[in-house]
């Protein structure tokens, strides 16, 4: 009886150890594989103008990105677009503040255009993205056009508005830079990454 007893408790010893370990790895490959993909990352963004912002903005995806330039690509455009739609939503909410002077208010109109057309171009390079065959020929060809078309919309906004509006009040430049540098950069950032596929496609 006694004999049993010490057996089942060596038993269970060795179980709860074996347990213990089992999970001790688990944890261990899980770490090692989630630093291997955040480095992947790190190392990616090289290729871009504003690193720190994309190592930030990117490195909530690293577990879908793992080692994918088609994933890290297709995540870029995708926190592009979110940030441009915010932006968009912010500068239209301006538009229709009623206190704007004129020329402030022709000139927010504008952006809230340009700002509308740069979501337009990076949803339809997002979805193109999610074809298999974006990385071949025209395909990637087109992506990289709307891209860069939207970062142009994105530059052409703070021109109007910071370069050119010269008269335009300083609090109206502030809500509008605060919005669209970020997007700006973001997109910098995803079309530096989906030109990098052509370097990384076979």
């Known amino acids: 009886m006694m004999g049993g007893r010490r057996w089942n408790s060596a038993a269970s010893a060795t179980l709860v150890s074996l347990l213990i370990i089992f999970g001790f790895c688990i944890s ?43 994933e890290l690509a297709r995540s870029a455009l995708s926190v592009s677009l979110s940030g441009a739609r915010s932006a968009a939503a912010a500068v239209s909410k301006l538009a229709a503040d009623g206190t704007l002077a ?16 740069s979501v337009d171009e ?24 709307w891209v860069s078309a939207a970062l142009t919309d994105e530059d052409t906004c703070m021109d109007g508005i910071v370069g050119g509006g010269r008269g335009m009040g300083g609090v109206v430049k502030v809500a509008i830079r605060r919005q669209i540098v970020n997007v700006a950069q973001l997109t910098s950032n995803a079309l530096a990454l989906i030109n990098a596929l052509n370097s990384a496609s076979p």
């Not at 090289?46 to 720190?52: E, I, N, Q, S, V």
């Not at 004129?102 to 057309?117: H, K, L, S």
């Not at 990076?122 to 056009?145: C, F, H, Y």
Request: some cysteine; charged content about 25%.
């Open 122 to 145: 990076l949803r339809r390079s997002l979805e193109e993205m999610g074809n298999p065959k974006a990385v071949v020929g025209l395909r990637l060809d087109d992506i990289q056009t």
């Open 102 to 117: 004129p020329r402030e208010a022709a000139a927010v109109r504008d952006c809230m255009t340009t700002t509308g057309d």
């Open 28 to 70: 261990s490959c899980f770490t090692d594989a989630t630093r291997i993909h955040a480095d992947y990352i790190v190392s990616s963004c090289r290729a871009t103008t504003f690193r720190r912002l994309c190592v930030d903005s990117l490195s909530p995806y690293a577990s879908v990105v793992r080692n994918s330039p088609m």
